[in-house]
Each structure stands twice: as C-alpha cells, then as structure tokens.
C-alpha cells in the first residue's frame, strides 16, 4: 500500500433520520480522523442522504475510515469515489471591494473567465458564484485577493462516479434497518 498522504473523496450513502452527521464526524474525530471537506444533502430518495467528504492520509488511513463508517448502523454504503473516473464540484460565494471604475471592470472580466457569475452587486462591492474543481475554485480566490476580499464562503466537495462506471445507483442500493 501507498505510504504517501493523499485526498481521498468518501461518498457515505445514509439514512436520513436525525443525528447521523454528528455521530459519524465525532467517530472520525474520536479517532484522530480530520475531515478537510463536508457536504450533505437528500438524495433522490427522501430517506436517504449522501454525506461527500475528504479526507487526507495514506492508504491505511482511508482502509480504516472505510471500515469505521460500514460499523455505523445508519450507514448503507461506503464508496471511495477518488479511486475511480468522476466529477467534483466546490461552489463559492465571495463578496470582493469593487468600487465603480477599472477595478470593477476588470473583476468583472475575471468572473467572465472563470465562468462565474456576478449574484449581486452593490455600491462599493460586488458578489461573486464560481463553481468547479478545487483548484479553479482556489486560482479564482488567489486572483481575488488584491482587489480585497470581504467575505468568502465555500460549500464542501461534492462528487459522483461517471456513467457508465461499475457502480450501484443510490436505487438499487442495499438499505439496513436501524437496530
């Protein structure tokens, strides 16, 4: 096995009842686990939630994530989405100082090449929506920084497996009954 850290995107298919983010952060806390990126939310099937995280170690250090998470009675199904072909996002809010003028123009530009959108605009400062893999997603902020960021927001990765690749779908996917 590898000996070297990486980032490791973790889908964790769960029930949807209340409680189930708390008890599995504080389990991977309790075990020295740190979770660099969080996201959670409903999936097609209103009683289960799809909890997408990241998290940096070897591969040691994923195995027992892994097997930690399938302990967890609410869990139904761990995958290790990094270890196959498939798309991520990150979505940012950033409130950037943009008074009327060339600064505005060319923060207007940047957002352009980034494909972002301006969400809102106010006398001395606009809002800005990017959304893409990490690493556009923090070029975009390193971009930002001189013209003076006021508030920045970022949503946790979230990820899927491309079509097409040999995984179950959230529908066909086993359920356990909560004990």
Do not use: W
């Not at 189930?20 to 999936?43: P, Q």
């Not at 989405?81 to 940012?92: A, G, T």
């Not at 409130?95 to 957002?111: D, F, H, T, Y």
């Amino acid at each position: 096995m590898s000996k070297s850290n990486h980032r490791h995107v973790l889908s964790a298919l769960v029930q949807n009842v209340p409680g189930v983010l708390a008890h599995i952060s504080g389990m991977l806390a309790s075990r020295g686990f740190n979770i660099d990126s969080l996201a959670v939310g409903e999936t097609e099937d209103p009683h289960l939630s799809r909890m997408t995280f990241v998290v940096v170690g070897d591969d040691r250090v994923l195995e027992q994530v892994g097997k930690q998470l399938e302990k967890i009675v609410t869990v139904v199904r761990v995958l290790d989405v990094s270890s196959r072909d498939f798309v991520e996002r990150d979505l940012l809010l950033m409130k950037v100082k943009s008074p009327a003028g060339n600064s505005r123009s060319e923060i207007r530009e940047l957002v352009d090449i980034f494909r972002g959108k301006i969400v809102d605009v106010g006398p001395n400062e606009i809002m800005v929506e990017i959304s893409g893999r990490e690493n556009k997603v923090q070029a975009f902020i390193e971009r930002m920084r001189p013209y003076g960021i006021t508030e920045l927001v970022r949503t946790g990765r979230i990820a899927m497996v491309r079509s097409g690749s040999d995984h179950e779908s959230t529908a066909d996917a086993p359920t356990r009954a909560a004990s």
